[in-house]
């Protein structure tokens, strides 16, 4: 969802303030399914040997001229510029690409990924569930279209998410998943950094099977990369 207003660029704002000196800055996510909790802004600064391991393995699948798509403080695409890999940072946010390019990214665009194409990539990264950035997920073919259309012969999307089945598991070991028109993996977000506030967005995490199925009908192929420690896991997904 873009955000005209740059008072509302949480993620640039909170980004900024930590490169500044704010150590303890942190966004306070609230959700309509969870209490309200806290992102702290050096998760966001990560190094390699810090990440997750389904995470890593990401990476390490990357190959190629890559485009790292949500990019945030630059944290992957830092590491892949590092290995000598041509690395693109995307982020809408403003304040987040003046970070990356403090930080030392070296090829840094700002834009909706949306309103981005006209070059070709054998990577494109969605990492920290970056296609949660579709919405919800019966939008996720346009945004997996776009993202094909910018791929190059025999490139790839790398993904990760979360099947936020966890939530509804009973002490019995049963689900207990509500019936609706709602999938179970889309949250309504207002996220906020200091007295600054996002106003209320879409996002969603979605379990493996489904976005296997979304992705075939974009002629998709997925392949599993890792599996994580909690219902987390890694993809990606090929021309079939």
Not at 71 to 99: F, N, R, W
Not at 154 to 173: A, R, T
């Amino acid at each position: 969802m873009k955000n005209d207003n740059p008072s509302t660029d949480i993620f640039g704002l909170c980004c900024k303030a930590y490169i500044d000196g704010d150590k303890k800055a942190k966004i306070t996510v609230r959700t309509d399914i969870a209490e309200t909790d806290y992102l702290p802004a050096e998760y966001l600064f990560r190094k390699f040997d810090e990440m997750p391991e389904h995470e890593q393995a990401a990476l390490l699948e990357t190959k190629g001229k890559t485009l790292d798509i949500g990019a945030c403080a630059g944290s992957h695409s830092l590491y892949l510029q590092d290995k000598g890999i041509d690395v693109t940072a995307l982020d809408i946010s403003e304040g987040c690409c003046e970070v990356m390019k403090k930080r030392g990214v070296k090829n840094v665009v700002c834009s909706d990924i949306y309103k981005y194409n006209g070059q070709k990539f054998d990577t494109i990264l969605l990492l920290m569930n970056g296609i949660g950035m579709a919405g919800t997920l019966p939008e996720l073919p346009n945004l997996l279209m776009h993202l094909k259309s910018l791929l190059a012969e025999g490139g790839q999307i790398i993904f990760d998410s979360s099947d936020l089945q966890y939530l509804y598991i009973e002490e019995d070991g049963s689900l207990n998943i509500p019936l609706g028109e709602k999938y179970y993996g889309e949250l309504v977000y207002d996220i906020s950094f200091h007295r600054q506030r996002s106003g209320k967005f879409n996002w969603f995490f979605a379990d493996p099977y489904s976005v296997e199925d979304y992705a075939a009908q974009c002629g998709l192929q997925m392949e599993f990369i890792r599996n994580g420690e909690h219902y987390d896991y890694s993809a990606k997904l090929t021309i079939g």
